[in-house]
């Protein structure tokens, strides 16, 4: 299956003058990256900014929004950057499953954990929004993980420490990860194995391109990068500041709307245009 990744500028939601206006701007990108299974959301350096700070706040929404409702007190304390997460619609993946009672669960389950306390030997319980939590053997888990929960006992229910392959092999999505990049966004997508797509208004139109070789390249190489510019200035802006031509740095430059009628389509509305483009690219069969 082909993964999804996009790259956003650490200036997303700068221009936004209330915490109410930010907080639903990170929501809206948030449920777009999950609904498509976006697995990676780099925030890289805007050049041309001058808060140096507001990523953190970027960081925490989108963090906390990918938590499972069960662990979100545990994990996070609250703080005025998440004043209005109340008002923000939940993203429910399938392994944030509300709460069922142990006597109804249908062995196997799988679902997202916290590791909270080792008991004697290599136990490891873990927090899965249970009345029990899973008792684990082996290695310590992260501290977020997946769990595959086998059976009831009459202390702990008993499972097991899963991969994202097992997961994904059920069809079911982990969440985004999060991850700020401390490089520019030249040497982050050179370094990226993927193919990598800018996108612009001064691209070429996805209309005009070849849409079969496209599919075809990004099913060879297994991954897909979506790179986006700012709000008030475009991805072409960033790149003329480091002097690169975005055919130096991309397989792709697209423009994903065809004469666009505002002057600057923003971030959280890029990103549903463009996943919704790529996801019936890469996954149709009418193509």
Not at 140 to 148: M, T, Y
Request: hydrophobic content about 40%; aromatic content about 12%; glycine content about 6%.
């Amino acid at each position: 299956m082909v993964e999804f990744d996009i790259a956003i500028p650490s200036s997303f939601t700068e221009n936004l003058s209330s915490r109410m206006q930010r907080s639903f701007a990170v929501s809206n990108l948030a449920r777009a990256s999950a609904c498509f299974g976006v697995k990676r959301i780099y925030i890289y350096p805007d050049p041309l900014s001058r808060n140096r700070t507001i990523y953190k706040e970027v960081i925490k929404l989108l963090r906390y929004l990918i938590t499972p409702p069960y662990l979100k007190k545990t994990l996070f304390e609250f703080e005025d950057v998440l004043a209005y997460v109340g008002a923000l619609p939940p993203i429910k993946l399938h392994l944030f499953e509300e709460k069922v009672r142990i006597k109804d669960i249908k062995y196997p389950i799988y679902r997202v954990g916290y590791t909270f306390a080792k008991k004697r030997g290599e136990l490891y319980l873990v927090d899965v929004g249970l009345d029990k939590p899973v008792a684990i053997k082996g290695e310590r888990p992260p501290s977020i993980c997946i769990v595959k929960i086998i059976k009831n006992s009459p202390k702990y229910l008993i499972g097991e420490l899963v991969d994202d392959n097992e997961v994904k092999d059920k069809g079911l999505y982990t969440g985004y990860t999060v991850i700020r990049s401390k490089e520019n966004i030249v040497s982050l997508t050179k370094r990226y194995r993927g193919v990598k797509i800018g996108l612009s208004k001064y691209g070429d139109y996805i209309g005009n391109v070849g849409i079969l070789n496209l599919r075809k390249l990004v099913h060879e190489r297994g991954r897909i990068l979506l790179v986006l510019g700012s709000h008030s200035y475009g991805l072409k802006e960033i790149l003329n500041y480091y002097k690169i031509e975005p055919k130096e740095l991309f397989d792709y430059f697209l423009n994903i709307v065809y004469s666009q009628k505002v002057e600057t389509i923003r971030i959280e509305e890029a990103i549903w245009i463009a996943l919704s483009i790529m996801d019936y690219i890469v996954n149709s069969n009418m193509i």
